[in-house]
């Protein structure tokens, strides 16, 4: 008995996370031909800096978020227990969608992201291979068995769930904080300062770079550019390297423009952190305790 | 006489790979004057633009700010004075929130924290950005970025401001915004210096016409002697201004009397009409 | 059920997994929350040598010229949407390039793994692609192994007078490949099998992960001919002038 409601969780998991990745997919696919009104432009579109930039949640302070999410991500996979894990799968969920205001679709789309990873990988660990016919279930591959066994089913669910929690936890910062805010986070931790200013140059010209590739992309498309495999290789190669000329002969520019700006070797800019109040930090505390309560309790 | 704020002498400027782009450029700009540059594209605007503002190095001549020559060791004094808003405002705009992009300007000239916040703040109602402070600006729209590049300039309190082509690209809507912020600089006495391509805005905007043809200066006066000048025209393929073109048919055809009062643009026109009607 | 027939069920399922689910896998990032906190620590910290040496590279060269950061910066803008961007795969669904490959010839083994650890970075908080825990992880494979070998087999085939376009291939693809082995390894250490140990474990991570990776290794290389070929054709003079691209 066991063993069947083990093997149809097994069966159906995979299944019904498919089922989700696939009409997100669609999802997605749609949703970039329309776009969120704001002004931002066809092609400039990466879901998840949008969801961070609208997230109620872009009012808290990015530190403590990060620190939140590394303390919870750490929690989890130190713990290494189902409990905490489905506690912190759900808390997440409600922290980006009722409190942060994200639709549910778009939150399980971007949880759906790595699904694909995961499912495979999991594979790899619930199923192994030996010479004797060991195991709860097994199948003769001609020079040996492939077998599994419910432990190791269980193993890899809870394998998954603790993924899937710390995928969760990671979203609660990405969904909610804009990609500024953790540079800065970043900048603050003593990182050379040249590396803060690349990543804070990168991430400005990663929009530059997606809207001349899009444009290039609908000019290709309008010539037949990507009617079938062999034509779509030849205009991918092209438009990219077409994007990287262009980009690079554009370096100069951006560096004009700094320059006659007082630029002087370091980016500064005014960014102000945003307020901490105490109630978030002793509501989080408790978060904390909560969780290792949990553990202390079903370990 | 007008103090001078700028002395530009026998510049030149020859690019990495030999071509020349300035040829004996000179020219003085006085205190609050509102300066249209015509010319081709290609013709040496902006590298003549990147000049003044110090960027690059000319390899002969010599650039004068307020009496002092303009030297190594002085040039944040003047880029610090001498502000451009650049053509494609994705070319210049480098921070990831407006906030930061109009602070960087001045964070750069090393004031203090609340002087920054101050002059952000100043900058940002003057161009109706208030409440797009946090926005990135991949979510700007492109009448909304051309207004936070102008805004990084007006936070650095410049006293010169030169746009380079800022019309090119924008809806009516918006040019129509960037010429009433125009205005308005130029009624604050700032000294304006823009290049463009709309000779009609040129003729009822500006003060001065300066022409830039193959890296020279081929003319320099006011915006009525330029555009009557058919040589220079023809040379630097510029048309007339409609308004101009108007005014001299009426005249020619004994409609109007010439009183070489010519009318700027359409509003002058009407009151031109009016006179004319009630005469 | 007979047990057979759980079996046959298993085992079907796995199959239909394995190359079911290739549409929408990318390049092979370990996923937030897949390593033990201490394979976490332990893949960052083998990192840093490799960072300090692509830091130091880069120093020099932002030191040498200052006006060169701005090219770094679009040279890893590049490299990110580069693997962002939707390619179509053998199976006729979507996959991503790795872009590692072409920027290791492109901008050179060094300074790639700085540019490297900053595109995992936004891939992470832009993508939901790899995670924060398992950043070292990641780094060491994508940033470090996989540009390196790519660099060392570009290298290789100039020597032997390899032509261009093969070398480039080659370069590409088994920098990928590579990636995809060193992935294998971390996994399996991190999780190795019952019976046959850490050995058996990354023959099954890299027999599970096969379908999506090989596929994606040779779309990569033919991808990066293809770009590296459009670079030269309408571009040599100009990137030799800017003096940033040192192969090409």
């Known amino acids: 008995m066991e063993k069947t409601i083990i093997v149809c969780l097994m069966l159906f998991l995979p299944a019904f996370a498919m089922v989700i990745s696939l009409t997100v997919q669609k999802r997605n696919n749609e949703a970039r031909g329309h776009g969120h009104g704001i002004g931002h432009r066809h092609g400039s579109w990466m879901a998840i800096d949008y969801f961070a930039f609208s997230s109620k949640l872009r009012r808290w302070n990015a530190t403590f978020k990060l620190a939140f999410t590394l303390v919870i991500i750490f929690l989890c996979i130190g713990l290494n227990n189902a409990f905490v894990s489905a506690v912190i799968i759900v808390s997440m969920f409600y922290m980006v969608v009722a409190v942060g205001g994200l639709s549910t679709r778009d939150y399980i789309s971007v949880l759906s992201i790595p699904i694909a990873f995961i499912l495979i990988s999991v594979i790899a660990i619930i199923v192994d291979f030996s010479k004797l016919p060991v195991g709860d279930f097994r199948i003769f591959i001609g020079f040996g068995y492939l077998y599994s066994s419910i432990s190791m089913l269980f193993n890899g669910l809870r394998l998954m769930l603790k993924i899937i929690a710390a995928v969760s936890a990671l979203q609660f910062m990405i969904l909610t904080t804009p990609p500024s805010e953790v540079i800065l986070v970043i900048r603050k931790m003593h990182v050379p300062n040249k590396f803060a200013d690349l990543m804070n140059m990168i991430y400005r010209y990663i929009f530059i770079l997606l809207d001349a590739f899009s444009k290039m992309k609908d000019a290709a498309e309008a010539r037949l550019g990507y009617r079938d495999f062999k034509t779509f290789c030849r205009t991918f190669g092209g438009t990219a390297g077409n994007v990287l000329v262009l980009s690079l002969k554009k370096a100069e520019a951006y560096y004009d423009a700094m320059e006659s700006r007082c630029y002087d070797g370091e980016l500064l800019f005014l960014e102000e952190e945003k307020k901490i109040s105490l109630r978030t930090i002793i509501s989080a505390t408790l978060f904390i305790f909560y969780l290792l309560l949990i553990w202390f309790f079903t370990k | 006489m007008k103090n001078s704020i700028l002395k530009v002498e026998n510049l030149q400027y020859i690019y990495g790979n030999g071509k020349m782009a300035l040829d004996d450029v000179s020219v003085e700009i006085y205190e609050g004057e509102r300066i249209a540059v015509l010319g081709a594209n290609g013709s040496g605007k902006s590298t003549f633009f990147l000049n003044l503002n110090g960027v690059y190095t000319p390899s002969h001549g010599r650039i004068t700010y307020r009496g002092k020559t303009l030297e190594k060791k002085n040039l944040t004094e003047l880029r610090k004075n001498i502000g451009i808003v650049f053509q494609d405002a994705d070319n210049q705009i480098i921070a990831s929130s407006v906030m930061a992009e109009v602070s960087f300007g001045p964070m750069n000239l090393r004031l203090t924290k609340e002087e920054v916040l101050k002059r952000v703040n100043e900058a940002l109602i003057y161009m109706s950005l208030k409440g797009f402070e946090e926005r990135p600006p991949h979510y700007l729209s492109g009448g909304e970025k051309k207004r936070v590049s102008i805004a990084d300039i007006i936070a650095m309190k410049s006293e010169v401001m030169i746009f380079d082509e800022p019309t090119a690209s924008l809806d009516p809507a918006n040019a129509l915004m960037l010429e009433e912020v125009m205005q308005k600089l130029g009624n604050e006495n700032k000294t304006l210096i823009i290049s463009t391509h709309d000779v009609d805005f040129t003729y009822r905007w500006a003060q001065r016409v300066i022409v830039f043809c193959n890296g020279k200066i081929i003319a320099d006066g006011t915006p009525l002697d330029i555009f009557k000048n058919k040589e220079v025209l023809k040379q630097s393929n510029l048309k007339q201004p409609a308004m101009l073109q108007v005014y001299e048919m009426l005249v020619e055809k004994g409609l109007l009397k010439d009183t070489k009062e010519y009318p700027k643009s359409t509003e002058e026109f009407n009151e031109l009409l009016d006179i004319m009607k009630n005469n | ?248």
């Open chain 3, 1 to 248: 059920m007979s047990k057979k027939q759980k079996a046959i069920l298993t085992i079907s399922a796995i199959i239909a997994l394995a190359f079911g689910i290739v549409p929408g896998a990318g390049a092979m990032h370990i996923m937030e929350g897949y390593l033990p906190p201490t394979y976490c620590i332990a893949w960052g910290a083998i990192c840093l040598p490799f960072l300090a040496m692509g830091w130091f590279s880069i120093k020099k060269t932002l030191d040498k010229n200052k006006k060169s950061i701005t090219m770094l910066a679009i040279a890893g803008a590049y490299v990110f949407v580069l693997s962002s961007l939707k390619i179509p795969s053998v199976t006729g669904s979507c996959s991503h390039m790795t872009g590692t490959g072409l920027g290791a010839i492109l901008f050179g083994a060094s300074s790639v793994s700085i540019l490297g650890l900053i595109v995992l970075i936004f891939q992470a908080i832009l993508l939901a692609h790899g995670g924060l825990t398992t950043l070292g992880a990641n780094t060491f494979s994508m940033a470090v192994a996989g540009p390196f070998v790519a660099i060392c087999i570009y290298k290789l085939c100039q020597k032997l007078k390899v032509s261009k376009a093969v070398s480039v291939f080659l370069a590409a693809a088994i920098g990928d490949l590579f990636t995809y082995c060193v992935t294998s390894m971390q996994l399996a250490l991190a999780y190795p099998s019952a019976e046959g140990g850490v050995m058996a474990s990354a023959i099954k991570f890299l027999a599970v992960f096969a379908p999506t990776q090989l596929p994606l290794a040779i779309v990569e290389g033919i991808l990066t001919v293809l770009i590296i070929m459009g670079l030269e054709t309408y571009a040599k003079s100009e990137l030799t002038e800017i003096g940033f691209i040192k192969v090409v």
